[in-house]
T-cell receptor, first 114, second 115 residues
Framework: SQTIHQWPATLVQPVGSPLSLECTVEGTSNPNLYWYRQAAGRGLQLLFYSVGIGQISSEVPQNLSASRPQDRQFILSSKKLLLSDSGFYLC?????????????FGPGTRLTVT | AQSVTQLGSHVSVSEGALVLLRCNYSSSVPPYLFWYVQYPNQGLQLLLKYTTGATLVKGINGFEAEFKKSETSFHLTKPSAHMSDAAEYFCAVSLTRSNDYKLSFGAGTTVTVRA
């Protein structure tokens, strides 16, 4: 069966510190991968998506970057965190070759920048 | 431009009463439509989806939604609310036909259920 993992589950970081959030999908190959940020009262904002290894598309200009070093691994990074980076970060995936648009979400990472 | 509009950021219902969550969308292609539910500090879980075919779709936990093309709507209903329905609900729409399979999400509606 397919599963998606995100870690850490919670993170408290000072302003100006680096960030690395990891998302891993098991039981599938070549999935589409997505990073979302959820801020209070603002719904889900798509940050990055990837249709294959090394292929990253950015949706909004910001202080964050993403990488996909392996087929089922998606990493969200920042060199220097801002207060506005606080939020709930969700990773999602879609199986390769399934054109249903149904995304499967991970459990999320709660990031608090202090 | 807003692609997905959820009317009402908060909805409060009594246990046993009808739950109605409204979603309107704009899309240049025939849309795929979704409702997701999120419990506190968890990821999103699919409630139901419309892709093609029957416009009334049934999902988990007794929820259903109807796609009305003429009204560009996909409202979510449940005849009788249960305490466990307290959560945040998101409507989502596919806006394009490409291999990125991106979705656009509404701002969400928080449902509280009164005993």
């Amino acid at each position: 069966s397919q599963t998606i993992h995100q870690w850490p589950a919670t993170l408290v970081q000072p302003v100006g510190s680096p960030l690395s959030l990891e998302c891993t999908v098991e039981g599938t190959s070549n999935p589409n991968l997505y990073w979302y940020r959820q801020a209070a009262g603002r719904g889900l904002q798509l940050l990055f998506y990837s249709v294959g290894i090394g292929q990253i598309s950015s949706e909004v200009p910001q202080n964050l970057s993403a990488s996909r070093p392996q087929d089922r691994q998606f990493i969200l990074s920042s060199k220097k965190l801002l207060l506005s980076d606080s939020g709930f970060y969700l990773c999602a995936w879609i199986p390769y070759g399934v054109a249903s648009y149904e995304q499967y979400f991970g459990p999320g990472t709660r990031l608090t920048v202090t | 431009a807003q692609s997905v509009t959820q009317l009402g950021s908060h909805v409060s219902v009594s246990e046993g009463a009808l739950v109605l969550l409204r979603c309107n969308y704009s899309s240049s292609v025939p849309p795929y439509l979704f409702w997701y539910v999120q419990y506190p500090n968890q990821g999103l879980q699919l409630l139901l989806k419309y892709t093609t075919g029957a416009t009334l779709v049934k999902g988990i936990n007794g929820f259903e939604a109807e796609f009305k093309k003429s009204e560009t709507s996909f409202h979510l209903t449940k005849p009788s609310a249960h305490m466990s329905d307290a959560a945040e609900y998101f409507c989502a729409v596919s806006l394009t036909r490409s291999n990125d399979y991106k979705l656009s999400f509404g701002a969400g509606t928080t449902v509280t259920v009164r005993a």
